[in-house]
């Protein structure tokens, strides 16, 4: 499994950055090439949705699974089907705002993009991570 971390300080309090990022129909709002999620099921620990997701002009699809949801904490994500992944994203309070740290394992669908864009694939994965925190970060902020 291939890794990217990235976190940022927000000037929000925890519950409002915490609400905004569990809220699964407002994902595409601020995660970059994620064009849509849909059919969503339960809420919580254990809601399911799918979704669509374009990058380097294939489209892959697949399901997310909630595992795991601190109020104003944590929250655990995975994902399987077109990437499989794990996303764990922190919750701290500091300096008056909010610190998220988040952590993505993923496995690169090598048969799909091929083995000589494994590089590009996971650098472009962490520039994604970063960019969806500094959108998160703007909407909140503004």
Known sequence: MVKAEANIIINAPVEKVYGLLIDTKKLPD???LLIEVHDIQGQGVGEKYKWSYKFIDIKFEGINEILEQVPNKKTVTKSTAGIDSVWTWNFNQEDGGTKVDVLVEYTIPIPVLGKFAESFVVKQGSRDVKQALETL???LEA
Request: proline content about 17%; glycine content about 0%; hydrophobic content about 50%.
């Open 30 to 32: 601020w995660m970059p």
């Open 137 to 139: 970060k703007h909407m």
